[in-house]
């Protein structure tokens, strides 16, 4: 089992970028797919985004265009890029990691997480 550790969040103006970290245990590629997942107060976690074990990236509609998810397999590492930040983006994201091949989007496909990082957007 894959242990993920989180980081890069805080506090950004809307309409700015951040980028989120998450650094794994041992190498996914290959192996594992990645996953992105946010939680806003009161409502359900949402998938985000999914780099898969054959490399090819899947979005969430809301945040098409705007998000890149991406490996540095040199450091073991998964991104986040987050771009045209909005005030609805405002979540605790966490980071995952899934044994399955296809496009997994739900958190029950995935084996392992990350703490969770919080992440504001004001307006």
């Known amino acids: 089992q894959v242990q993920l550790v989180e980081s890069g969040g805080g506090l950004v103006q809307a309409g700015g970028s951040m980028r989120l970290s998450c650094a794994a245990s041992?190498?996914?590629?290959?192996?594992?797919?990645m996953g992105w997942f946010r939680q806003a107060p009161g409502k359900e976690r949402e998938f985000v985004a999914t780099?898969?074990?054959?490399?090819?990236?899947v979005y969430a509609d809301s945040v098409k265009g705007r998000f890149t998810i991406s490996r540095d397999n040199s450091k073991n590492t998964l991104y986040l890029q987050m771009n045209g930040l909005k005030p609805e983006d405002t979540a605790v994201y966490y980071c995952?990691?899934?044994?399955?091949?296809?496009?997994?989007?739900?958190?029950?496909?995935?084996?392992?997480w990350g703490q969770g990082t919080q992440v504001t957007v004001s307006s």
């Open positions: 780099l898969r074990r054959i490399d090819s990236t």
């Open positions: 041992q190498p996914t590629s290959g192996s594992y797919a």
């Open positions: 995952a990691a899934s044994r399955r091949f296809g496009i997994p989007r739900k958190e029950n496909e995935y084996d392992s």
